[in-house]
Structure formats: C-alpha cells, structure tokens
C-alpha cells in the first residue's frame, strides 16, 4: 500500500516496520536484561565484594547487549528503507579500527577490568601493593582502580597499568615482637614469665588465629638478649596485635621483676 503526499509515495511499511523493530528489540532487551541481573542463584552465599563483582560483570554483559540489539535494530531499519546495509557495515568496520587506534588505551582500560573483575586477581577491601603504593582497594571500574593508604591518600590508577601486584590478604599474617631483655636474668625465670603472660592472655590477643609462641633467643646484642615473640593474626592485622603483645609484655616483666634494658649515662666528676 502506498500512500501519496503532495509529490512524496511512501510505502506504508516503511512506517510500521520500523516501529515494529524497535518495539521487538525492546522486548528483547528487557527479558534479557530480566534473565541476566535475576541469575545469581539465592542459595549461594557471596561476601559484599563478591556481590559487588558479579554485580557489575551483570551490568557489563547487559551494556554490550544493548548496543548490539541497537546495532541491530538500526541496521535493519535501513534496510526497509531501501540502503544499502552492506557498504554501511563494512565502513564501521573501517571506522571501528581508526578509533581503536585512536582510543586504544581506553580499550586496554576495558580488557583489564574486565579481567580483574572476572578473574579476581583482588577484591574490595583487600590490600595491595603496585608501583610502590600501597593500600586498601576501595574501589574498582572497568577504567581504574581506586587504592587508599593508612594516611587516607586515593591513588587512582589505569587499570592496564594493575601488574606486578602483591595481594596481602590472600593469606594470614604474622605479628612480630622482639623483645630486648637484661643479660642480668635468668632464662629460667624468663621462661616463666612467657608462660605466664601466655596463659593470662590466651584468647584475648585482637585478630590472632593462633596463640602466640617465642621463637627463642633472635640476637645477642651488645647490652640485651632479644628474644621473638610471633603470633599469626588474620591479614594485615598485625599491627594492632603487636602492639598489644608489647603492652603486655611490658606489664608481666614489670610484676615479674624481668629487667628491659635502655641507655643509661654515667656522669663521673672529676677532683
């Protein structure tokens, strides 16, 4: 059926059919948008890192998606209107790689995060270390990673630039105190006071997964015997534990009479 307008003939096909592709592709957008961000089984148990990642590797299936059905949809409109479709892919094929060129940092941004993301090299929360900086990961893109350090500074880095990264909350870490004691005391009696501050505090070291053990005597320095006291603590929760262990070895060696060593000046005067 053709309808005329003024001079204009126009295929009345060539006005519904578009319409009717743009409705499909909606259509099928949506139910495939529904399927893809209502897929995370409800029986599994994912931490909000997790969570957060699956999140966005959903957001980023469903993007590329919806540019292909727009694509898609587009090209066969042109088609019903009569152009040629052919010489139109092949010049976004020529078009696409003059700007992969163009932006072909941008790309490498991309293909990084989504393998970061997919691959789960690290997670929100954890901390690490790259190009010298190191910090707690707050956040990640599919362009940058955003990495805070203990004073609060955020380093934002390109995402193609995340290698030769170290990961310190893969595993547990391990607290380190070493402590310098008086070659005036007995080992005997230092021994004891070990034990007795190990049964003190026994389960009430903050973030320990074992209890803490004394790995002998590390130095003989020149006015002390260092002895080290470990104690395995969940990542990078260590600090806090060491400080901790000093405190309260500080206090046994006090009521136990266990002398510390510290710089003492003699002052002679002369006659």
């Known amino acids: 059926m053709n309808i005329e307008i003024g001079n204009i003939s126009m295929n009345i096909f060539n006005i519904i059919n578009p319409i009717i592709y743009i409705v499909i592709g909606l259509i099928i957008f949506r139910i495939i948008k529904k399927i893809i961000l209502k897929s995370t089984p409800k029986q599994l148990k994912l931490r909000q890192e997790q969570l957060q990642k699956v999140k966005t590797i959903k957001y980023l299936i469903v993007n590329i998606i919806k540019y292909i059905i727009i694509t898609c949809v587009i090209l066969a409109i042109l088609s ?159 600090f806090a534990t060491e400080r901790y262990l000093k405190k309260e070895i500080k206090k046994e060696f006090d009521k136990k009479g266990i002398k510390i060593p510290y710089t003492q000046i003699e002052v002679h005067n002369g006659k």
Request: hydrophobic share 40%; charged share 25%; no cysteine.
């Open 80 to 238: 019903q209107l009569g152009v040629n479709v052919k010489s139109i892919v092949a010049g976004l094929g020529i078009g696409t790689a003059l700007i992969g060129l163009a932006f072909q940092d941008l790309a490498k941004d991309l293909i990084a995060g989504f393998s970061i993301i997919t691959e789960g090299e690290y997670e929100v929360g954890d901390t690490i270390e790259v190009s010298g900086f190191m910090g707690e990961v707050v956040a990640i893109g599919l362009r940058t990673t955003r990495i805070r350090n203990f004073k609060g500074a955020t380093k934002i880095i390109a995402n193609h630039y995340m290698d030769n990264i170290i990961n310190y909350s893969n595993n547990n870490s391990l607290a380190v105190v070493d402590v310098s004691i008086s070659y005036e005391n007995k080992e005997e009696d230092i021994d004891n006071a070990f034990k007795s501050l190990f049964e003190r505090i026994k389960g009430k070291i903050p973030n320990a997964k074992k209890e803490p053990e004394v790995w002998g005597v590390n130095e003989l320095s020149d006015s002390s015997v260092v002895y080290r006291v470990v104690v395995e603590t969940e990542s990078m929760k260590h």
